[in-house]
């Protein structure tokens, strides 16, 4: 990747980024040797605007100049040999069919007023499969996930269809890239531990954490309020 190729995780996206990448440069000039792979690069930047957590208006707004673009390039294109024009083809039908789906995702998916979405974008041949992700993400261990998760649902307090119905929405909602078979294998871990003593067997470490962490800040809460 060259320096042309500008990182597309920034926080504030440029939308001219896709037509500063090398594809671009190179049929432009009519002066690519390895068109192919450099095609390949163009159409997985595009991919990763999707994976990104950027605003999708301005994503949206990238994929829209860069369309023009190459329709311009494609248009005046009297200088540029055969093989290049396909490529630019192909590059204008790949931009579409991204525009195409994020902006039925959209419609099957209202925002209210002032949200914006995050979506993940899966490319298959060709098929491209848009969902929304969360921006929540869990930085712990995904066994002291477990361990809440578990105590929720041995809690009785939760209204679902079923366990696993709960855990997948828990996973989605953390951004936790599971499945129920690797959950239900941590928790095997859990209740697999050596107990200290009957009374105060030690497995769930992060629940106690979290209850004596939480004690401790709504103490100095109180005494702060007393002071």
């Known amino acids: 990747m060259t320096e042309n190729n500008k990182s597309l995780v920034s926080e504030s996206l440029n939308i001219f980024i896709l037509i500063e990448h090398e594809f671009f440069i190179g049929v432009e000039a009519g002066e690519l040797d390895n068109i192919k792979d450099t095609y ?59 525009l195409d789906r994020i902006g039925e995702w959209v419609k099957d998916n209202p925002l209210n007023d002032g949200e914006v979405a995050i979506v993940s974008a899966t490319v298959s041949g060709d098929s491209i499969a848009v969902e929304e992700v969360s921006s929540i993400q869990w930085d712990g261990k995904f066994t002291e996930l477990v361990e809440l998760v578990l105590a929720l649902l041995i809690s009785g307090k939760i209204s679902a269809e079923t366990d696993a119905e709960f855990i997948r929405t828990i996973f989605r909602i953390f951004g936790i890239k599971k499945n129920l078979t690797e959950y239900y294998k941590a928790l095997k871990k859990i209740e697999e531990k050596h107990p200290k003593d009957d009374d105060m067997p030690g497995r769930c470490k992060a629940l106690r954490q979290l209850l004596e962490d939480t004690e401790k800040e709504l103490q100095r809460r109180y005494l702060g309020k007393r002071a």
Not at 44 to 51: E, G, R, S, W, Y
Not at 56 to 76: F, G, N, P, R
Not at 79 to 97: P, T
């Open 40 to 98: 390949a690069t163009f159409t997985k930047a595009i991919v990763m605007l999707f994976h990104g957590s950027h605003n999708k208006s301005e994503v949206h707004s990238a994929l829209i100049v860069a369309e023009d673009h190459l329709t311009i390039i494609l248009e005046d294109s009297t200088h540029l040999d055969e093989s290049f024009l396909r490529f630019v083809e192909r590059a204008i039908k790949f931009i579409k069919r991204y």
